[in-house]
C-alpha cells in the first residue's frame, strides 16, 4: 500500500468518524481530543464567516465581527461559490433548527 493510499484511506475513516458521535457532548469530546484549541476556534470562524457572507455581509463587517483575515474570508467564499456545498448544506440545517 502506497503512502498516498493509506493517506486517502486515513482520511475516510476520520470522515466516519466524525458521523459517530450522537450528541453535542460526545462531539465536543471528540473534537477537543481530536484538535487543538486554535484549530477548533478557526473552524468555528469559518463557520461563522460562511453565515456573514450568505446574510450578505460586507468584507469590512465580518473582519470587525469575526477577526478572520480577508484571506480567510475570500477562501471561504470561494467555497460557498464553487465547493462541495458543504457550507450550504450545514448552514440551512442550523437553521432549520
Not at 500500500?1 to 462531539?27: D, F, G, H, Q
Not at 474570508?73 to 450550504?88: A, D, H, Q, T, W
Amino acid at each position: 500500500m502506497n503512502a498516498k493510499y493509506a493517506n486517502e484511506e486515513s482520511i475516510a475513516e476520520l470522515y466516519e468518524a466524525m458521523l459517530i458521535p450522537e450528541t453535542v457532548e460526545e462531539y465536543t469530546s471528540f473534537l477537543t481530543d481530536l484538535c487543538t484549541v486554535a484549530e477548533i476556534k478557526a473552524m468555528a470562524q469559518r463557520l461563522q464567516v460562511a453565515k456573514m457572507l450568505k446574510a450578505g455581509k460586507v468584507y469590512s463587517e465580518i473582519v470587525e465581527t469575526t477577526g478572520a483575515s480577508t484571506a480567510t474570508i475570500s477562501r471561504v467564499n470561494r467555497s460557498l461559490f464553487y465547493g462541495g456545498k458543504g457550507y450550504e448544506t450545514v448552514l440551512k440545517r442550523l437553521e432549520d433548527k
